[in-house]
């Protein structure tokens, strides 16, 4: 079962250009589909497989023409696979990282950071956000964005490629985003980061306000993304890397931990993640 039971209802980009669909697929993952309201024109971003997005898009009368890859972990590109099986990838745009070009199923559009997007009447920004995986792009539209693995609801990806240096400037880099861009990241993780959050940032009354907002979405089965650049720089730890609190946080939990700069900082506390020493707290003991 998905850990989305109720899934979102689409949303419009604030100047009615672009609406967003939401499909949940596999047991987490998120495949979102840009559509120009203008024309029409659809595509899908990411996805480990197509026959969720496939039944939405025959459900609602959307016609997908294109399909935008951030990066080439399988359970975002196994859409690519997917529709290739089925026949139908075959004259759509495909739109991939250039960097990862040969690992993308398809791509006829491989672009790299400054490049262009289309669909439709719209235009979107590429731009490169590595860290998680060497390649990865994200797609800024309006003031939707588009970051896959990047940059999470509360949280950010795993740094597989890394080094630190290099997410933290894509995050920095996302982070500068205007507040009310949405942040259409490609995993319903948010409970868990924001678990870890409450750990390093205790005293944080907006995190703590937004952890009663998300465990009251969950119970329900409702999804907890997009959320909003302004959120995640008053609540995610991967953002804050001069907070006060989180540097004593991680400081007294990473004894001996580096954190003489926001970007050695950051690096610490992904470490720190990366244990899983928070997992151990219940509900019981969080702030709800």
């Known amino acids: 079962m998905h850990a989305i039971t109720e ?104 672009v790299d950071d400054g490049d262009t997007v289309s669909l439709g009447a719209l235009m979107g920004t590429v731009w490169l956000t590595e860290g998680h995986i060497d390649g990865h792009i994200s797609f800024v539209v309006g003031d939707v964005l588009f970051c896959g693995d990047t940059l999470f609801a509360g949280g950010c990806g795993y740094l597989f490629d890394g080094p630190p240096a290099k997410m933290f400037r894509s995050l920095m880099r996302l982070a500068g985003l205007p507040g009310e861009t949405r942040v259409c990241c490609a995993h319903e993780y948010t409970q868990d980061n924001l678990r870890f959050a409450l750990s390093v940032e205790p005293d944080n009354a907006a995190l703590q306000e937004r952890m009663r907002r998300v465990w009251a979405l969950r ?46 900082t950051f690096a610490a506390t992904r470490r720190l993640k990366d244990t899983g020493a928070y997992k151990a707290v219940d509900d019981g003991a969080l702030v709800l």
């Open 7 to 110: 899934p979102p209802e689409p949303f419009l980009a604030h100047d009615g250009a672009l609406r967003v669909h939401a499909v949940p697929a596999a047991s987490d993952n998120i495949v979102w589909i840009a559509e120009c309201t203008a024309t029409g024109a659809c595509a899908f971003v990411d996805g480990p497989s197509a026959k969720e997005a496939l039944a939405y898009c025959e459900q609602h009368g959307l016609q997908p023409t294109a399909l935008w890859n951030t990066h080439t972990h399988i359970d975002h590109v196994g859409i690519n696979s997917d529709l290739q099986g089925r026949g139908l990838l075959d004259g759509m745009q495909v739109v991939g990282p250039a960097r990862a070009a040969a690992e993308v199923p398809g791509i006829s559009h491989p």
């Open 219 to 264: 119970a329900a089965g409702r999804a907890t993304v997009p959320s909003t650049i302004e959120e995640e720089r008053a609540t995610n730890p991967f953002l804050r890397p001069g907070s006060p609190t989180l540097l004593a946080q991680v400081a007294a939990q990473a004894p001996g931990a580096d954190l003489s700069t926001p970007e050695r």
